[in-house]
């Protein structure tokens, strides 16, 4: 499979993104997809990911940010209101073939990345 994000830029504090992964090639295998990102300086973190029957934030974004997933059109999102500027940072969409994502599992597929700057 591959997976290209889409949808960053720079944004003021308190403003909205909406984040896109498309996934090609043996999508249909991928039973979880996520977003994980990485700030300068700091170890790449898991954000949301989302399989057939979980859905996971990480607490910094709970509230704020929304993982969706489009089977029809193979598109991963992720919405991303009240944007803080610690949250800008690189964003990676990824996805695993079998289980879950989870702080403790690793994906087998990973985008290019997407940069997400909040101005403040």
């Known amino acids: 499979a591959q997976l290209a994000e889409s949808g960053g830029g720079l944004v003021q504090a308190g403003g909205s993104l909406r984040l896109s992964c498309a996934a090609t090639?043996?999508?249909?295998?991928?039973?979880?997809m996520g977003w994980y990102r990485q700030a300068p300086g700091k170890e790449r973190e898991l954000v949301a990911a989302k399989s057939s029957d979980k859905t996971y934030y990480a607490d910094s974004v709970k509230g704020r940010f929304t993982i969706s997933r489009d089977i029809a059109k193979n598109t991963l999102y992720l919405q991303m209101n009240s944007l803080k500027p610690e949250d800008t940072a690189m964003y990676y969409c990824a996805a695993r073939v079998f289980g879950v994502l989870t702080i403790a599992t690793m994906p087998d597929y990973w985008g290019q990345g997407t940069q997400v700057t909040v101005s403040g």
């Open positions: 090639g043996s999508i249909f295998s991928l039973n979880a």
